[in-house]
Nanobody, 118 residues
């Protein structure tokens, strides 16, 4: 029913910027926030950032704090992740997810590859 369509991934040089978009076909009544996660080869999927739909409260992983900015457009049911000062360590498949108030995941996007070259 609810689908998260992600776009904006690609190849970028270290120090560059990239913006990811996550558009939902519809907002589930249970959705409290939308988050971004990433998974590098051989590593666990890790939390990157999230933003609540009511109030726009944000949270960031320490590794991206000050470099990444999460934002939302309620009218478009779209969440963005602006990534600046990218580092090779940011290379991963990035996913957005619809989160319940408990932070459990209801839906995942298909993922988009972000590759940062040194």
């Amino acid at each position: 029913q609810v689908q998260l369509v992600e776009s904006g991934g690609g190849l970028v040089q270290a120090g560059g910027s990239l913006r990811l978009s996550c558009a939902a076909s519809g907002r589930a009544f249970s959705t409290y926030a939308t988050g971004w996660f990433r998974q590098a080869p051989g590593k666990e999927r890790e939390f990157v950032a999230d933003i609540s739909w009511i109030g726009g409260r944000t949270s960031y992983a320490d590794s991206v704090k000050g470099r990444f900015t999460i934002s939302r457009d309620n009218a478009k049911n779209t969440v963005y992740l602006q990534m600046n000062s990218l580092k090779p360590e940011d290379t991963a498949v990035y996913y957005c997810a619809a989160l319940r108030v408990t932070m459990s995941v209801d839906y995942w996007s298909q993922g988009t590859q972000v590759t940062v070259s040194s």
